[in-house]
């Protein structure tokens, strides 16, 4: 079997979907467009991503379908595996158990800091109920749980729940909770096992009077009144209420008896090998209900679970939301998208910031976050869902071939990765040696695991181990004739380093990263050298560096400076005071003669971190506002006694010049004893800034304590000398074979167009005679149309002698001989909002053109959209109807420059008319001009023509 990147084998991609109505979206809304790509995870189980472009906005959907028939397949709960108590990043859940996917599942309830918490209802974990509370939905059907059954059958159901410890003389006494904090102050009845924690609660200011009873294998061997936590027993539990509840044990247990913690549920939980709270059932037998359970209002960020109507496929789902690129689903556009999946019944989980699904990608051992979580990171939560492949290891069954980029430039070369995986489809580890690979379809060679193309064209990549093998198809361009670094300018201390990168760009416009290798890297000037695509400045002074392929240049100017040290605070004199993080623990700041770098004393920080869990801080704190260093302040520098190793960090707080704090990382591992110089980049930080603490932080679960000295606080500056104008040579730019003059006559097959850009009506006698000259040079340069780009009214139509197309408002084509011209509307920045309708007629107006040549006019570039997906869509549409059609098309658009780009085949114009920046009656000659564009069949040339 093999299997190829984003083709067949493995993956399956459904390019374009235009304008299809489906049935989870809106009455008034629908499908632009839709890209879904399909992979495997593991066998039984495959992810889908699915990318929409709707009437009302963008969608972004991961569908995961696991196959329960699978023998392979298992599904489980996953919880904090040292406390229920402990909020947990659903990576982290799915890692720590070894899972190949996995999303966040039931809601939970935040406790405060330190990322504690716990969940609504029931959980049942690999067979075992491992949370819950007397009384769930016992005031009606609310929240709802997901279960899978031994012989895994699922099932969704509305949990009741009912908790009892039973007495050697037959009483029952209730308990409220099991592993679940009381909401009541343990006035109640809880219990409490190693899932909770390590340790009980144990009386404290807020419970003086906490009584706790220790159950091990089933025998009462302790009764505690007020008195600290005690550790729960691996094998046993602790029962925790108050003295004023006391009675209700001591009544009917005495130290030495028997006692069973009864936990009964509908369903019955003991025959369940999963089983996790949600809330509304989205999907019941094929329908959604007239009315959920609970209904979260609104689009949102989704995270839902179905199952087939054999019950065989789960069909798992998260929706993004609150974010450009995923407007979210209603609670009915979910159990829509659910059905349409194949889902006869369903459950809504948790959402919004909690959104997040994990997977192991093809050819990766390890996993990733699939969706994009609201918050911008993962939200840590109580409990996640997981899938697990239990198939045993076997022999190599498939590979996977990638690289960075599909498209390389002829003369250049491209390295690539090949993967394996088994008949389970499960990672297998390669040795590169047994790897081959070739190449058909264009000239060239490989070295090792790179490609050298010697000729354009589409290159077959074919990676083989033994029998196997796997293909991938990448497009060789021509040679680049732009190259564009990732630094057009640098200031650099002496001694500093700057990695660069580079892209190219071919005749066409079509793009490619460009292998470092592949560059001629020089320096101009005594200022520094290269070291494969690194630059290190180790002379002071100004230069540029030269990229070069062939003929084609790319420059870098750089100032180098020299560094000068200053020490800002030598310790000498009490600077500073202490505070902790949480508030409360020990420590002190002090300046001390114990250690010192030099003078006569240091900066002593005490801290006491033995105590506490969690992230855990002390700080030196100086007076004010702080320290305030100097704008051309490039580095900290600070002398630093460590008393011992330990894996601390050590940071700084700086407020920049805009008020916005910054932290700064000196080390994130004190591993040294004794005095160390340690220095921090302030790169980035616009000055100037003010140093307002240095704190040790402890993040590990070390306990320790001790103290650290500090010493000979220095800012190191720069002064860079300037870069004088005309010093850096101009990038090369391709002279555009479009750009011509040609003499013109009107034929069957040819004709001739101008076009002005124009926002507002004339303000000036500058401005109303060149539009004036405008009109005047289009009727008498046998042009067939004249084109007023902006949101202008364009009276000046009203003097031209042709046909005139407007971008002020709404939006229409006409053909002319072998071109069709589109005229857009984009006032409100963008199609869809301009009129959700003009995308449909847009891309049909595209489809049905059988000539050679469209030219769409606009108000504003796609760059410009206030939706930047939207924008980008827009240009991916027209570059991949150029590459299939073979079309010239040409996009116009008012802006305030004269200039031209091709991208990806497409050609894009900017027009200005009066707009251009700095016009005035002396440069209006050169700078105000209007674009004239001449078509002779398929052959398209234009010029920028001076309007005066």
Not at 849 to 863: A, E, L
Not at 918 to 934: I, P, W
Request: net charge neutral; aromatic share 10%.
């Amino acid at each position: 079997m093999n299997y190829i990147r984003k083709s067949i084998a493995l993956i399956t991609v459904i390019t374009i979907l235009f304008l299809i109505p489906v049935n989870y979206v809106s009455a008034d809304s629908s499908v632009i467009y839709q890209t879904s790509v399909k992979e495997n995870v593991t066998s039984g189980a495959t992810l889908e991503k699915i990318t929409r472009f709707t009437t009302d906005g963008w969608q972004s959907i991961d569908v995961l379908k696991v196959d329960l028939g699978n023998p392979n397949i298992q599904v489980d709960s996953l919880t904090n595996t040292d406390s229920l108590m402990n909020l947990t990043q659903v990576k982290a859940l799915a890692d720590a158990r070894g899972a190949v996917a996995a999303i966040n599942s039931s809601f939970f309830n935040p406790l405060g800091k330190d990322n504690k918490g716990y969940v609504d209802g029931p959980i049942v974990e690999s067979g075992k109920i491992i949370s819950a509370v007397t009384g769930y939905n016992s005031t009606g059907d609310h929240m709802a749980s997901f279960s899978i059954d031994n012989s895994k059958k699922v099932s969704f159901d509305f949990w009741k729940t009912n908790i009892k410890l039973v007495a050697p003389n037959g009483k029952m006494v209730d308990v409220a909770q099991y592993n679940k904090p009381s909401p009541v102050n343990y006035k109640d009845i809880t219990v409490l096992d190693r899932r909770w924690g390590k340790t009980s609660i144990g009386s404290s200011d807020k419970n003086p009077e906490l009584f706790e009873v220790v159950v091990v294998e089933g025998k009462i061997t302790d009764m505690r009144f007020s008195q600290p936590a005690v550790e729960i027993p691996q094998n046993g539990f602790v029962i925790v209420t108050t003295a004023a509840n006391g009675p209700a044990i001591t009544n009917n247990f005495q130290i030495g008896d028997d006692v069973k913690l009864s936990i009964n549920t509908t369903p019955d939980w003991s025959n369940l090998a999963v089983s996790m709270t949600g809330s509304a059932i989205l999907l019941k037998n094929g329908k959604i209900p007239d009315k959920f359970s609970m209904n979260i209002a609104g689009r949102q960020p989704r995270t839902a679970i179905g199952c087939s109507k054999s019950g065989t496929q789960l069909i798992i789902v998260t929706v993004d939301g609150r974010q450009n690129l995923g407007i979210g689903m209603t609670q009915t556009e979910l159990a829509n998208f659910l059905a349409s999946q194949g889902a006869y019944n369903a459950l809504n989980f948790d959402g919004g910031g909690s959104t997040t699904m994990v997977a192991r990608q093809p050819g990766d051992s390890g996993l990733s976050v699939i969706n994009s979580p609201s918050d911008g990171a993962q939200r840590y939560v109580a409990a996640g869902l997981g899938i697990f492949s239990i198939a045993p290891p076997s022999e190599l069954n498939g590979l996977i071939i990638d690289t960075d980029d599909k498209s390389v430039f002829v003369n250049g070369s491209r390295s690539f990765t090949v993967s394996g995986y088994d008949r389970y489809l499960n990672p297998i580890t390669l040795d590169p040696n047994q790897i081959t690979f070739s190449a058909s379809g264009v000239q060239g060679s490989f070295k090792g695991n790179t490609f050298y193309p010697k000729s354009s064209g589409k290159a077959v990549i074919k990676a083989t181990v033994g029998n196997l093998s796997a293909e991938f198809t990448e497009d060789v361009l021509g040679n680049p004739v732009e190259i564009n670094l990732n630094y057009q300018s640098l200031k650099l201390p002496l001694n500093a380093t700057k990695k660069f990168s580079a892209t190219g760009k071919d005749k066409a416009g079509f793009t490619s990263t460009i292998n470092p290798q592949d560059i001629n890297w020089t320096v101009n000037g005594n200022i520094g050298s290269f070291n494969g695509n690194t630059f290190s400045a180790t002379g002071q002074g100004t230069g540029f560096i030269d990229a070069s392929i062939g003929n084609t240049h790319a420059y870098c100017g750089v100032s180098v400076a020299s560094s000068a040290s200053t020490v800002i605070d030598g310790f000498e004199q009490a600077n500073g005071s202490f505070i902790s993080s949480p508030t409360g623990l020990g420590g002190d700041y002090s300046i001390s003669n114990e250690y010192t770098n030099s003078g006569s004393y240091s900066g002593k920080l005490t801290y006491d971190f033995t105590n506490t869990e969690g992230t855990r801080a002390a700080y030196m704190v100086f007076p004010g506002n702080g320290l305030t260093l100097a704008p051309n302040t490039d580095k900290l520098g600070l002398w630093v006694y460590n008393t011992h190793s330990v894996p601390n960090w050590l940071r700084a707080e700086v407020y920049d010049s805009s008020g916005s704090k910054q932290i700064l990382e000196f080390t994130k591992d004190m591993n040294w004893s004794g005095w160390k110089y340690l220095e921090v980049s302030l790169d980035g930080i616009d000055g100037p800034a003010r140093l307002t603490r240095i704190y040790l932080a402890q993040v590990s679960p070390v306990s320790d304590s001790g103290s650290i000295y500090l010493d000979d606080l220095t800012q190191v500056s720069s002064s860079y000398p300037a870069l004088t104008s005309g010093q850096i040579p101009e990038d090369t730019k391709y002279k555009d074979p479009y750009n011509k003059t040609v003499t013109y006559k009107k034929t069957a097959n040819s004709f001739r167009f101008s076009v002005f850009g124009q926002t507002s009506e004339p303000k000036n006698l500058l401005q109303k005679l060149l539009v004036e000259r405008y009109a005047d040079k289009t009727n008498s340069s046998l042009c067939d149309m004249a084109v007023l780009l902006g949101s202008g009214t364009h009276k000046i139509t009203s003097k031209i002698k042709v046909n005139t197309i407007t971008t002020s408002s709404n939006y229409k084509a006409m053909d002319i001989k072998n071109s069709r011209l589109i005229q857009l509307d984009t006032s409100k920045k963008g199609l869809r909002l301009t009129d959700p309708k003009q995308w449909s007629w847009f891309l049909d107006k595209l489809n049905t053109f059988t000539g050679n040549n469209i030219f769409i006019f606009m108000s504003d570039s796609p760059k410009n959209f206030s939706d930047g997906l939207e924008g980008n869509l827009f240009r991916n549409i027209l570059s991949d109807y150029q590459k299939t059609k073979g079309k010239n098309v040409w996009v116009i658009y008012k802006n305030t420059t004269n200039s031209t780009v091709t991208e990806n085949g497409v050609k894009y114009f900017s027009t200005a008319g009066y707009d251009i920046k700095g016009l005035n009656s002396a440069n209006a000659a050169n700078q105000a001009k209007y674009l004239l564009v001449t078509v002779i069949g398929s052959d398209i040339s234009y010029e920028f023509k001076p309007s005066i």
